[in-house]
């Protein structure tokens, strides 16, 4: 049945692989849609949300699933079972639940089982290199945060996420930062300073590589916005390309999409800076400061 057992990654990525899964079965057996969301009294909508991860799963409703694909070993059963189990489990960032929106809780949970992120940032620091009175600065100034205890929980919250790069499951991380986001005085020189001298210090790790797009440069950083690009270790998943707008995200998953960013960013590496000279210039606009 190809069924994958186990997965490292958080809930999200295991609803995925669920998700995946089942639509595989369905489609082995022939069966459609709308036959499918009928043996568990529900939508064609509804199941093609489940087979793209996007709600939660009955364990009820997955065992009705695999009766009608033909999955009646216990062994088989028991697998797939176990995973909507799994693929319902709580994850860390639940608790901030309160202050996290809808569409960013999914890249939260992506993010937390990704193996490699590509981005690209025009306006900001990357959130998993920010240092806390940066990310403070930059939700204050965005002025829809306004409370200061939910302001200090939007920061725990972004600290939180940083434990990603150093924790035993870290995942490489190759940023594209352009000078903008150097340049603009976020909250003033002291604490841009303290911002620079966090990305020295985090791409000194071996699995961060960033780079900048400096003034001047020719190419795609004219065209493309800010993006990221999720890739996983999971054969079964695709990559995910990351839109983020002022009230709501986009999530592309589609191959010939996805192919164009990754274009996109082999453009942005080749016109930014090397790592080396990149840590030249982070001297340059700290001294500057």
């Not at 669920?18 to 499918?36: N, P, Y």
């Not at 200090?152 to 972004?158: G, T």
């Not at 004219?222 to 998943?237: I, T």
Request: net charge negative.
């Amino acid at each position: 049945m190809g069924t994958t057992t186990q997965t490292s990654g958080g809930a999200t990525v295991r609803r995925l692989l669920l998700g995946t899964q089942l639509r595989r079965l369905r489609e082995a057996r022939g069966v459609s849609r709308e036959e499918a969301g009928y043996s568990i009294r529900a939508s064609e909508s509804k199941i093609s949300r489940m087979e793209l991860g996007r709600v939660g799963f009955k364990e009820r409703d997955v065992a009705d699933l695999l009766t009608l694909y033909g999955v009646d070993a216990e062994q088989e059963r028991a697998t797939v079972l176990g995973l909507v189990r799994a693929a319902n489990s709580s994850s860390w960032w639940h608790e901030y639940g309160d202050i996290l929106p809808t569409w960013f809780q999914n890249y939260v949970g992506l993010e937390e089982a990704v193996a490699r992120i590509h981005s690209y940032e025009v306006q900001f620091v990357h959130g998993l290199l920010q240092t806390a009175d940066y990310a403070r600065a930059v939700i204050t100034a965005g002025g829809h945060v306004t409370r200061p205890d939910e302001i200090d929980r939007r920061v725990e919250l972004r600290l939180r996420r940083q434990r990603l790069l150093t924790g035993d499951r870290a995942p490489s991380l190759v940023a594209v930062l352009d000078e903008a986001a150097l340049r603009r005085p976020w909250g003033g020189p002291e604490l841009m300073r303290g911002q620079i001298d966090r990305l020295l210090e985090l791409a000194e790790l071996p699995n961060v590589r960033l780079q900048v797009m400096p003034f001047g440069a020719a190419g795609l950083s004219a065209e493309v916005g800010a993006f990221s690009l999720l890739g996983f270790a999971e054969p079964e998943l695709a990559d995910v390309v990351y839109l983020e707008q002022f009230t709501t995200a986009l999530y592309l998953d589609r191959p010939a999409e996805v192919a164009e960013y990754h274009h996109a960013m082999d453009g942005l590496l080749a016109d930014s800076l090397s790592p080396a000279l990149t840590r030249d210039l982070l001297h340059t606009v700290r001294g500057e400061l």
